[in-house]
């Protein structure tokens, strides 16, 4: 089975600075997807950015970018210049073969003005 | 587009009560997945469908918990009778539209129960 960890259960980061999540996987698969999905306390799960475990190449969104390193199983998720709005519950996810979606523990950012 | 509704937001009630949860997935997407967040932690997949036929349910509770998918749009989900351990946040995805991977997931606001 597959297993996500997120090792920092809390960070935080001054307002316009750069913060980095950690998020570690353990699966047998080679091809798979990973996926960061933000959570502010309204509840709602928003998509921030996805990698496909055959790209070699890091997905970036605006602000947004993952250092994926496939050999390590590693992906992790930099927000550069960090606004307010990104203070949330930031969730890692895996996506294999089996089509369900298996989310890390949380990593909670606040973000200080 | 409209996104994943849900309703209702909040629930309270009784141990031992029914309650049911409704989920509209957005236009097109043929799956639909109920999952259960319980405090402090991500979500976990109850049940899967694809169209109106149930994929995966191996983690769903059937003693007690009981779900469809008719017409293969809306979804219900039903707990009967609940525990004081289903207090939770209950959350409906939606995927597989044109020029989406099955694997992303657009996430409804969610139901948050609370059993007394």
């Known amino acids: 089975a597959q297993t996500v960890t997120q090792s920092q259960p809390e960070m935080s980061v001054q307002e316009a600075e750069t913060v980095t999540l950690s998020c570690t996987y353990d699966?047998?698969?080679?091809?798979?997807?990973l996926f960061w999905y933000k959570q502010p306390p309204s509840r709602q799960m928003i998509l921030v950015i996805r990698q496909e475990a055959y790209k070699q190449q890091n997905a970036t969104e605006n602000r947004f970018s993952v250092n994926f390193q496939k050999a390590a199983k590693s992906f992790s998720l930099k927000i550069s210049d960090s606004q307010l709005g990104d203070a949330a519950m930031y969730f890692c996810a895996y996506g294999g073969s089996n089509y369900k979606l298996t989310f890390g523990k949380g990593t909670l950012l606040t973000v200080n003005p | 587009e409209a996104g994943v509704v849900q309703s209702p937001r909040y629930k309270i009630i009784e141990k031992k009560q029914p309650v049911a949860f409704w989920c509209n997935p957005i236009?097109?997407?043929?799956?639909l997945y109920w999952y259960r967040q319980n405090l402090g932690q991500g979500p976990e997949l109850l049940i899967r469908?694809?169209?109106?036929?149930?994929?995966?349910d191996s983690q769903l509770p059937k003693d007690r918990f009981s779900a469809e998918r008719l017409k293969g749009v809306d979804s219900t989900l039903k707990i009967q009778p609940a525990e004081l351990g289903d207090s939770a946040v209950y959350l409906c995805a939606s995927s597989g539209g044109t020029g989406q991977g099955i694997n992303e997931q657009y996430f409804g606001p969610g139901t948050r129960l609370t059993v007394t």
């Open positions: 236009s097109g997407h043929n799956t």
């Open positions: 699966t047998s698969e080679s091809d798979y997807y």
């Open positions: 469908y694809e169209n109106e036929e149930a994929v995966d």
